[in-house]
C-alpha cells in the first residue's frame, strides 16, 4: 500500500529528525521543501536567492514558487513507494495543490501526524541549533518568534483541512528521539 505521510509541526518540533526515520522504516522518499530550498540557496540558484529573502527573516516563500518546486520533486521520483512531506504544506493554497496533484496521479494524503511540542522549547532547540547550523533563521529569538506566527496564522488552520479528511493526527515531540519514532512508526502502522 502506498503511503503518503505529512509530517506537520512547529518550527524545531522534529520533522527533519523524525522523517528521516521514517523514510528508512517504512522505504519513503524523504521531501522537505527547507532542505530543497536550502540547497538551491548552496548552489547559488535564482529560486535559492528569491527563497532566502523571504526564510532570511522567517517569512513563507510564496506559494506559487512552492509548490511547483514540491510538484517538479515529487515527479523527479516516479518509482516511489510513498512519500513524507516534511514542511508542506504550510498553506491552505498548498494543501490544495497538493491534493489536486495527487489525485491526478491516482495517488492520496495517507495521514497527517502533528508533532507537539511547546513553543518556550523550541526556542531553546532552535537557538542552540543555531550556534553550528549557519541557519540565519536559528540566529535570533525575534526571528523564531516570526516563524511560530507564520505557523500559527496560515498553517495550523490546515489541522481542520486533514481532520475534516479523518486524517489528522498527532502525537508529542517531547521525549528522546527514539521513543517519539517508536510512537510514530506504531501510529502508521495502526492505519
Ligand atoms: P524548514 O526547513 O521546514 O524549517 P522549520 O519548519 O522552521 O523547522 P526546522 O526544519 O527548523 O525544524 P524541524 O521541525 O525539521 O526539526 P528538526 O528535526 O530540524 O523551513 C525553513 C523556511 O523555509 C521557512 O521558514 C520558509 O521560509 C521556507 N519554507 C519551507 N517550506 C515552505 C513551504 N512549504 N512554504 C513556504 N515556505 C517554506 O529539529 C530541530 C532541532 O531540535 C535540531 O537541532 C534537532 O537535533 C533537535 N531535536 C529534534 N528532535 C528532538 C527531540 N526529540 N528532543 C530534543 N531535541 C530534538
Ligand atoms: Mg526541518
Known amino acids: 500500500m502506498m503511503k503518503n505521510i505529512i509530517l506537520f509541526g512547529k518550527p524545531g518540533a522534529g520533522k527533519g529528525t523524525q522523517a ?7 522505504q519513503l522518499v524523504h521531501i522537505s521543501t527547507g532542505d530543497l530550498f ?3 540557496i548552496g548552489n547559488n540558484t535564482s529560486l535559492g536567492a528569491l527563497a532566502k529573502s ?3 527573516q522567517g517569512d513563507l ?5 512552492t509548490i ?7 515527479d523527479a521520483n516516479p518509482d516511489a513507494g510513498g512519500f513524507i512531506f516534511d514542511g508542506f504544506p504550510r498553506t491552505a493554497k498548498q494543501a490544495e495543490a497538493l491534493d489536486e496533484f495527487l489525485h491526478c496521479k491516482d495517488m492520496n494524503v495517507h495521514a497527517t501526524i502533528g508533532l507537539e511540542v511547546d513553543e518556550e522549547v523550541l526556542i531553546k532547540r532552535l537557538l542552540n541549533r543555531g550556534k553550528d547550523s549557519g541557519r540565519a533563521d536559528d540566529q535570533d529569538e525575534e526571528k523564531i518568534r516570526n516563524r511560530f506566527e507564520e505557523y500559527n496564522n496560515k498553517t495550523a488552520p490546515l489541522i481542520n483541512y486533514y481532520k ?13 528521539v527514539t521513543e517519539i519514532s517508536e ?7 495502526s492505519l
Open 38 to 40: 536550502r540547497y538551491n
Open 61 to 65: 516563500v510564496p506559494d506559487e514558487v
Open 20 to 26: 528521516v526515520l521514517l523514510r528508512d522504516a517504512f
Open 54 to 56: 523571504y526564510m532570511d
Open 164 to 176: 475534516a479528511q479523518n486524517k489528522f493526527h498527532s502525537i508529542t515531540g517531547v521525549g528522546t
Open 183 to 189: 510512537q510514530l512508526i506504531a501510529l502508521l502502522d
Open 68 to 74: 511547483k518546486m514540491l510538484e517538479a520533486e515529487v
